[in-house]
């Protein structure tokens, strides 16, 4: 029985090609996706995180390199939109912790990690939180509650407003509003912010203080006297004296004197009065003017 046998030439390219697949066998490499997300508010002002798949409060880039064996060196750099911070890197959806790693902190903008199987990474941004505090410049108490707004997340300046007046206590005006260095930042009661602060990508938050200045107001009186005539006809400047003409104090925290009044021969004292004639006491010794004369 004759045998045949088929002959078959082997190029020097597919002698290397089958060498190389024996001495260094090709594995399937794993792929990497990056997902942005994003930390907002909801309804009710609180923060909540939003897994979205465009740019729009950060952009990852990558530089994945393979080696052999199928192993997948990936390097993430994440890179805060205007008005955003990173808070670190999370491996999806459902897990509960921040990734981990032997060679980077997960909330480190740069991330290498090295793996062997399919993996989704979560770069997580928030908006960074300027919080406005107003004092009165007296005590440095705070006027109201402390605004926090959010640029990244559509925050106009007028969020910011307070207006002054509406916390004016009684005897006081208005002069002006001045920042941590005093420096003057408004003369209006109603105060804007007229920029938000330029805040480094990596600051979760800054505050800003402003402080609204009050002046105690001047509150004269004055002390007339005054006689009634036979014909009911009153003239003022006649009938007797009074101890004080004039006093000037603080209208929140300062303290009247008072007047006395002594009648001249052939008169009485009947009483002292108001601007509008009411009568307000008929002692002539030692009045000071009662609570509740204008202030403001």
Known sequence: MKK???RRKVSLLMAVAMLLSVLFPVFAVADVTVDT???SLDEEGEL???YLGGHLSGLVTTSTVTTIGATLETTLVATPAPNFYFVGWFSDETTSGW????ETSSTETTWTESFTATATYNAVFAPQEIVYNYYDGFDDSLLSS??????GLGANLSDAEIDADSYRKTGYHFVNWTNDDDEVVGTESAFEPTAFPVMAPSEESTAVN???NYEENALTVKYDFRAEGADG???????????RATETTGAATGELLGSEATAAEYYEFVNWTDEASDE??????GFIPPIGLPTD
């Open 4 to 6: 045949f046998y088929a």
């Open 37 to 39: 997300v994003v930390v």
């Open 48 to 50: 909540q995180t939003d």
């Open 99 to 102: 990734l981990t790693s032997s």
């Open 146 to 151: 402390s605004k926090s707004v959010y640029p």
């Open 210 to 212: 402003v402080y609204a």
């Open 233 to 243: 006809d009153v003239v003022a400047n006649i009938g007797g004296s009074v101890s």
């Open 280 to 285: 307000v006491t008929d002692n002539p010794v």
